[in-house]
């Protein structure tokens, strides 16, 4: 259960567009419609942003959006706003009917 | 208003044993399955555990087989899980987290310090 792979940091500007990329196996990201994305501030519980690759729960803004090609699932956050700044974790359901995370992406608003 | 309270985190031994519970409020909890996430200190997410809603099927991080045991009272609208020969690398905050496809509600989480 090796985790999925994020790049460590992504950055932009104030109104820019970021993507995250979250890169698993067939075992798991490519197998599935079940990757998710969180949302987590220093010191507070993760938060759901984005459930089975590109719904958005009630109350998430759609500047967040998903994707999945093969077995890289993709987090874009449009129109950058300090108060994304924050890590963010994919998750996949996987073959072995488990759970597994991203490796984390800390995202800096520039 | 749904509510996920975990409890039971603490200072251990390695190799000793410590039971985490989660209290549910606010949902019908025997209509959810549940999962157990981890976080060491100044590290990513790690899934630990999942149980159906109604307790018949159950899955784990290999990392955790053999040692976590998850489990659930519905009756009691409570979600345990009883961890043994605990390690230092045990030493997280264990979250509770409702959801299948995603976890949409997490609780504060409470946090386990495996030392000597």
């Known amino acids: 259960q090796s985790a999925l792979t994020q790049p460590a940091s992504v950055s932009g500007s104030p109104g820019q567009s970021i993507t995250i990329s979250c890169t698993g196996t067939s075992r798991d990201v490519g197998g599935y419609n ?22 958005r729960p009630s109350g ?51 | 208003e749904v509510q996920l309270v975990e ?6 031994q390695p190799g000793g044993s410590l039971r985490l519970s989660c209290a549910a409020s606010g949902f019908t909890f025997s209509n959810y399955e549940m999962n157990w996430v981890r976080q060491a200190p100044g590290k990513g997410l790690e899934w630990v ?23 659930r009272d519905n009756a009691k609208n ?15 905050v264990y ?4 959801g299948y496809s995603g976890f949409v509600y997490w609780g504060q989480g409470t946090l386990v310090t495996v030392s000597s």
């Open chain 1, 34 to 55: 079940y990757v998710s994305w969180y949302q987590q501030h220093p010191g507070k519980a993760p938060k759901l942003m984005i459930y089975e690759v590109s719904k």
């Open chain 1, 60 to 110: 998430v803004s759609d500047r967040f959006s998903g994707s999945k090609s093969g077995n890289t699932a993709s987090l874009t956050i449009s129109g950058l706003q300090a108060e994304d700044e924050a890590d963010y974790y994919c998750s996949s359901y996987t073959s072995s009917n488990t759970r597994v995370f991203g490796t984390g992406t800390k995202v800096t608003v520039l």
């Open chain 2, 78 to 92: 409570s979600l345990y899980l009883q961890m043994s020969s605990l390690r230092d690398e045990d030493t997280a």
């Open chain 2, 7 to 12: 409890s039971g985190g603490g200072l251990v």
């Open chain 2, 49 to 71: 555990s999942y149980i159906s809603s109604s307790g018949s099927s159950i899955y784990y991080a290999d990392s955790m087989k053999g040692r976590f045991t998850i489990s």
């Open chain 2, 95 to 98: 979250y509770c987290a409702r």
